[in-house]
């Protein structure tokens, strides 16, 4: 069954610094991609996705992240991060029959003023 | 549009007791979701439909059941609640499986 794992269960940043998140999988098939975002108290929002071309994706507000077959790898960066990315970050991709998403375990980013 | 909605926001049960949420969304998607929430595990796929009238189990089905009676429509039900179904429990949607899932705001249940 496809697995995703995400390395760092909590980062704690200050403002400015720089960012990048772990995501590795298991199935190495073709996979779309995706990172979501979760603001305290709200629901899963969709940062960024890949499906195929560039590897290197960008999505909203400065997030971009770069798919690396050969890892297995779709890592999550953003150069300079802000109080306001105080969230946590799942990495999901397609479960192995394609039903649906199977989900990282999360990384809880604190960004500290 | 909406998108997709839950209700109720929030809600404390008693062990044994029963209860219902309620998922629905307006953007004519096929595909339904329920997932649960815990610290630490991510989400977790309880039950899943692929169209009116159809459901299937996810990774952790058990104590819980499903209908899909209308496309717009996904119910989660669970006929005696335990305190280890204490969860956020998120609906989401979908276009095509695999794709990108639109998601709920979240019910909080504890079960006491």
């Known amino acids: 069954a496809q697995s995703v794992s995400q390395h760092n269960h909590h980062v704690i940043l200050s403002e400015a610094a720089s960012l990048e998140l772990g995501c590795n999988y298991s199935?190495?098939?073709?996979?779309?991609l995706f990172w979501y975002v979760q603001y305290p108290g709200q629901h899963l929002q969709l940062l960024l996705k890949y499906f195929s071309g560039d590897p290197l994706v960008k999505g909203i507000k400065g997030f971009e992240a770069e798919f690396i077959k050969s890892k297995f790898s779709f890592n999550l960066r953003k150069p300079s991060v802000q109080w306001s990315d105080t969230a946590e970050y799942f990495c999901a991709v397609p479960d192995t029959g394609r039903r649906a998403l199977t989900f990282g375990s999360g990384t809880r980013l604190q960004v500290q003023p | 549009n909406a998108g997709v909605t839950q209700t109720p926001k929030f809600r404390v049960l008693k062990t044994g007791q029963s209860m219902t949420l309620l998922c629905a969304q307006d953007?004519?998607?096929?595909?339904m979701y329920w997932y649960r929430q815990d610290p630490g595990m991510g989400l977790r796929l309880i039950h899943y439909?692929?169209?009116?009238?159809?459901?299937a189990k996810g990774e952790v089905p058990d104590g819980y059941n499903v209908s899909r009676l209308k496309k717009q429509n996904f119910l989660l039900g669970l006929e005696s609640a335990a305190p280890s179904q204490t969860s956020v429990y998120f609906c989401?949607?979908?276009?095509?499986?695999?794709?990108?899932?639109?998601f709920g705001p979240g019910t909080r249940l504890t079960v006491l």
């Open positions: 989401a949607s979908s276009y095509t499986p695999g794709n990108e899932q639109f």
């Open positions: 953007m004519n998607h096929e595909y």
């Open positions: 199935y190495g098939g073709t996979v779309n």
């Open positions: 439909s692929v169209g009116e009238g159809t459901t």
